[in-house]
């Protein structure tokens, strides 16, 4: 970024940065005379996955100090605490206020839970593992993950291994992330990030006190043939309890999980979108005309209740989507596995890497388009295997990738888990 003017008014960066150090350098450029900067981050999981494979054939010393950076960079754009305090603290400052007022996170703040215990398991896990490993192994460890790193340090014999194993995965990398912030847990950067208790740790394994915690946000990854929504819409808590519930109801009554019926996501939409007939609510990300057609009327019906009973004034334009036009690419994917066309030679032709050729059928299916895919997956996958990845689905509250895996014990590759979700998700919900 070769610009040295003071009056810059926006930096937009459309891809992830490396490291923050990147990004700071480079967000600094706004604003240089006092006046109003905006930074805006546009951020894909599939980013960081294209800029590690960048890094293949580098020495591994190299690759490992790369995985750090943009680990640093992953954290920093999915958590949800301020991220001024957050970019500071990685510099080795601190900002002792809570919210800044400027960023996403402070203008738009999420609900703080109680996350004493976690953090205490965090801590004792560190303490047990003689603060000698890295952020992703003592999170492992305390999931109760028997990875081979693990079994070879016989780690999974140790009394608080899987310490957690009961919590929902996803709230350790927060746990974590805010205990470094706190200062209960630094990471030594001379020595590939080991975790350290600090002395304000130590004290609080002797007398744990609140801590308040939030979430990440979690991104999903679209490519969307659709206009955005009005940056007026907001989401009414209360419609989206009431839809959480209704969609628990259907799915008990049709004995599968809720997911499949409509993911939260879509629920969200529904809530801020207000969709009150069938052509309305095909226009709501996820919820194509067979979903629609098969799941939609008790449900835009409870939301046309809902709008009479509390006069809601529903948005004048329901964000406009040409469900049956999909992307060229998309198209020619649907007819040649209409054609039963292996998914290497479809992703060969259309310039894909096998990994971006399951997003994009993942991206149909969840739309509501049915697909099927038995004809690769019985050439090339054991039928037991296909069978207990399929019955875990059956029987699963979510979809979640990452959560499959743990739950089946890293028994089946994430590539068979993907495709017998799709498979899944073509026969029950479209």
Partial sequence: MGIDKPDVRFVIHYDIPKSLEGYYQETGRAGRDGEEGICVVFYSKNDLKKLEKFMEGKPVAEQDIGRQLLQETEAYAESSVCRRKMLLHYFGEE???????????????KTKIEGKDYLLTILKAVKELKENFRQEYVIDFVKGRATDDQKDHKHDELDDFGAGEDEDPKIWNPVVRQALLAGYLKKDVDNYGLLKLTAAGKRFMKSPESFMIVMDTEFKDEE???????????????????????????????????????QDVSLEQMAMMYPVNEHELQNIQGVGAGKAKRYGREFYELIKSYCEENNIERPEELRVRTVAKKSMQKVKIIQSIDRQLPLDDIASAEGLDFDDLLYKVEEIVYSGTKLNIDYFLEDVYDEDQIDDVYDYFMSSETDDIEAAMEDLDGEYSEELIRLVRIKFLSEMAN
């Fill in 95 to 109: 900002y002792a206020k809570c919210n800044c007022g400027m960023c996403d996170n402070c203008l738009h703040p």
């Fill in 224 to 262: 969307s043939d659709e206009e955005p929504m009005s940056g007026t819409a907001v989401l009414d808590p209360t419609l989206f309890s009431m839809l959480k519930s209704l969609r628990k109801k259907v799915a008990h009554k049709l004995d599968i999980p809720p997911y499949v019926i409509f």
